[in-house]
T-cell receptor
Framework: DADVTQTPRNRITKTGKRIMLECSQTKGHDRMYWYRQDPGLGLRLIYYSFDVKDINKGEISDGYSVSRQAQAKFSLSLESAIPNQTALYFC???????????????FGAGSRLTVL | GENVEQHPSTLSVQEGDSAVIKCTYSDSASNYFPWYKQELGKRPQLIIDIRSNVGEKKDQRIAVTLNKTAKHFSLHITETQPEDSAVYFC??????????FGPGTSLSVIP
């Protein structure tokens, strides 16, 4: 089945370490997103990409960077992890502009990151 | 800036009763309003959405209403069942074509 796959699913790291979360999709969607989920704060947008050459900051991009290596791959990096980046991270995809599914998000299973 | 507020943060109802979750948005250019359901330990999934040219939309036991003048929209679940227990997120598509979420409502349906 076409899906959105996140790796790793769980990661424990230490303050100051560099961490990369990876997302790949087989849905053929143009758009990819990274969200962060914290209790009581909902899903907050970190970065989003409408195609390989179009990357945009979201609500909370400070401390994060992204790379869109291909249409199907979108990675999130924490250059120097800090404890308040402990959260559940979701990758999502959607169809491109002008399509009925342009803003209908399909989420991956999530990557739980703990920074000690 | 762009913002979506959601109330209540928690909601408990008896099985069979109705549940209502309300959201407001700040970007007057928003024109698409989805609702996602997240069961415990699972990923969020779209349950219903509404576009700004429509005031109400129904799908079996769930319905959404939109008041563009007041910039608020609501989710209504009738005849609630235990499997409706989950966290519900409202969202809005902003003028920059990104989807911003509310903080979520944890719904508990008591058998």
């Amino acid at each position: 089945d076409a899906d959105v796959t996140q790796t790793p699913r769980n990661r424990i790291t230490k303050t100051g370490k560099r961490i990369m979360l990876e997302c790949s999709q087989t849905k053929g969607h143009d758009r990819m997103y990274w969200y962060r989920q914290d209790p009581g704060l909902g899903l907050r947008l970190i970065y989003y990409s409408f195609d390989v050459k179009d990357i945009n900051k979201g609500e909370i991009s400070d401390g994060y960077s992204v790379s869109r290596q291909a249409q199907a791959k979108f990675s999130l990096s924490l250059e120097s992890a800090i404890p308040n980046q402990t959260a559940l991270y979701f990758c999502a995809t959607s169809e491109g502009q002008g399509t009925p599914g342009a803003n209908v998000l399909t989420f991956g299973a999530g990557s739980r990151l703990t920074v000690l | 800036g762009e913002n979506v507020e959601q109330h209540p943060s928690t909601l408990s109802v008896q099985e069979g009763d109705s549940a209502v979750i309300k959201c407001t948005y700040s970007d007057s250019a928003s024109n698409y309003f989805p609702w996602y359901k997240q069961e415990l330990g699972k990923r969020p999934q779209l349950i219903i959405d509404i576009r700004s040219n429509v005031g109400e939309k129904k799908d079996q036991r769930i319905a959404v209403t939109l008041n563009k003048t007041a910039k608020h929209f609501s989710l209504h679940i009738t005849e609630t069942q235990p499997e409706d227990s989950a966290v519900y997120f409202c969202a809005a598509r902003t003028s920059y074509d990104k989807v911003i979420f509310g903080p979520g409502t944890s719904l508990s349906v008591i058998p």
